[in-house]
């Protein structure tokens, strides 16, 4: 069974340029989530889709950050524009429902210069 | 407001000891509860999880506790072996999203 994708692995941009990342879950996974970590700290929730309507975005910085999940599949996280403290690996994770264990991708390591 | 806590960054534990992982919650609404390991470089993978209508699970080497009126979970794993140095976070769950610490990152010496 494939894994959560993410895409890139790492980027690297200076404060004020814009950036997206990329996650495909793992087929029929309903539930989505997109994660921040900060160096030293445990994952934090941006965005919790279920199918392609948001469950939970509260902790989503939406003055710069922006999700989408299209047609319930893949999904992409935007930061526009980015700040230093934006610097963190986001992680994308996938689960067949809220109840369940989720699965991470290997994340996107942003570094914001 | 952290309210899932690891108060331990870091544990170094002999090869074929027991190590012994701890969590605090401060939601008394948390009913399922999980353990992530995380590699340099990967994201997390689940280990095991544990629903609040019990106060065990084990899984091979490793064993969850879920002790609800202090609000306190732990994970114990015998033996402990050098490939399961790794950075530890426990999660805890309402049924709408889910709460990490910070995690404990555990050295196992050979």
């Known amino acids: 069974e494939a894994g959560v994708a993410q895409s890139p692995r790492y980027k690297i941009i200076e404060k004020r340029q814009s950036v997206a990342f990329w996650c495909n879950p793992i087929s029929g996974h309903a539930t989505l989530y997109w994660y921040q970590q900060i160096l030293g700290q445990g994952p934090k929730l941006l965005i919790q889709f279920q199918n392609n309507g948001v469950v939970d975005d509260s902790q989503l910085p939406k003055d710069r950050f922006s999700a989408e999940r299209l047609k319930g599949v893949d999904s992409t996280l935007k930061i526009q524009p980015a700040k230093l403290e934006d610097s963190a690996v986001y992680l994308c994770?996938?689960?067949?429902?809220?109840?369940?264990?989720?699965?991470f991708g290997q994340g996107t390591r942003l570094t914001v210069v | 407001d952290q309210q899932v806590k690891q108060n331990s960054p870091s544990l170094s534990v002999q090869e074929g000891r027991i190590s012994i992982l701890n969590c605090d919650y401060t939601n008394s609404m948390f009913d399922y509860f999980l353990w992530y390991k995380k590699y340099p470089a990967e994201g997390p993978t689940f280990l095991i999880s544990i629903s609040s209508i019990k106060d065990k699970n084990e899984d091979g080497r490793f064993t969850v506790f879920l002790n609800k009126s202090a609000k306190h979970l732990s994970l114990h794993i015998v033996p402990s072996q050098p490939g399961d140095s790794a950075v530890y976070f426990c999660?805890?769950?309402?049924?709408?999203?889910?709460?990490f610490g910070t995690g404990t990152s555990l050295t196992v010496i050979p």
């Open positions: 994770a996938s689960s067949l429902g809220s109840r369940t264990e989720a699965f």
């Open positions: 999660a805890a769950s309402t049924g709408n999203q889910f709460y």
